[in-house]
């Protein structure tokens, strides 16, 4: 596609409830990342796939924060039980090597 | 760790006005640096970006310097728009590494 897609665009999920976000990358873009925006503060690294390969998961918060990219490119970032602190804009990249991001719009998570 | 600070907004100009946000970092080696912008609504787009120090990135009348000697990256503009209204988030990548290290951001509001 001509862009980075995320879907839903807005969740809302409930204390406790697992979710799963989308990210479709553009089309040959080998690298892909996840952020997390919470509000009024700037994207935190979460994660980067290389391919299907997870090269980095230093930026995962815990263990119920789960990525899979299986085939190489839509990746679904998945978390187990939600909690408050969860509640961000989760934000997907994706670039060729060697070139800058190009960001989705994200992922608005709310966790009530 | 890699850090990125940024002067706190709201930023409020007239139209036409000079803008500079300030942007200082703290690295372990020599990364590059970029300026994002953040439109309501919208996700986040590369503005300029400079990968040594004296580089000097520029867009769409927006410029910034890489100062290595005062680690900072500050961005300015001439004569700013209403359309410049937005939230910018300066941010570097450290060699070696593809994730970026945010800033938590800077709204500018300009008015007419």
């Known amino acids: 596609g001509a862009g980075v897609s995320q879907s839903p665009r807005y969740k809302v999920a409930k204390r406790g409830q697992d979710v799963a976000l989308r990210c479709d990358p553009i089309?040959?873009?080998?690298?892909l990342f996840w952020y997390q925006q919470a509000l009024g503060q700037g994207p935190e690294f979460l994660t980067y796939?290389?391919?299907?390969?997870?090269?980095?998961k230093s930026g995962l918060p815990s263990d119920r924060f789960f990525a899979e990219r299986p085939e190489g490119s839509v990746s679904t970032l998945k978390i187990q039980r939600t909690q408050q602190e969860d509640s961000a804009v989760y934000l997907c990249?994706?670039?060729?090597?060697?070139?800058?991001?190009?960001f989705g719009s994200g992922t608005r998570l709310t966790v009530v | 760790g890699n850090s990125v600070t940024q002067m706190e907004g709201p930023v409020t100009l007239s139209e036409e006005a000079f803008l500079t946000i300030n942007c200082t970092y703290t690295?372990?080696?020599?990364?590059?640096l970029f300026w994002y912008v953040q439109y309501p609504g919208e996700g986040l787009q590369l503005l300029l970006k400079a990968t040594k120090a004296d580089d000097k990135g520029s867009n769409k009348g927006f410029e910034a310097t890489y100062r290595k000697e005062t680690t900072s990256f500050h961005l300015e503009k001439g004569s700013v728009q209403v359309s410049d209204s937005a939230v910018y988030f300066c941010?570097?990548?450290?060699?070696?590494?593809?994730?970026?290290?945010f800033g938590s951001g800077t709204r500018l509001q300009v008015q007419p």
């Open positions: 990249a994706s670039s060729l090597e060697q070139a800058g991001y190009t």
């Open positions: 690295a372990t080696g020599y990364p590059s």
């Open positions: 796939f290389q391919n299907e390969a997870q090269l980095d």
């Open positions: 941010a570097l990548r450290d060699m070696g590494r593809r994730a970026l290290t």
């Open positions: 089309s040959g873009h080998v690298s």
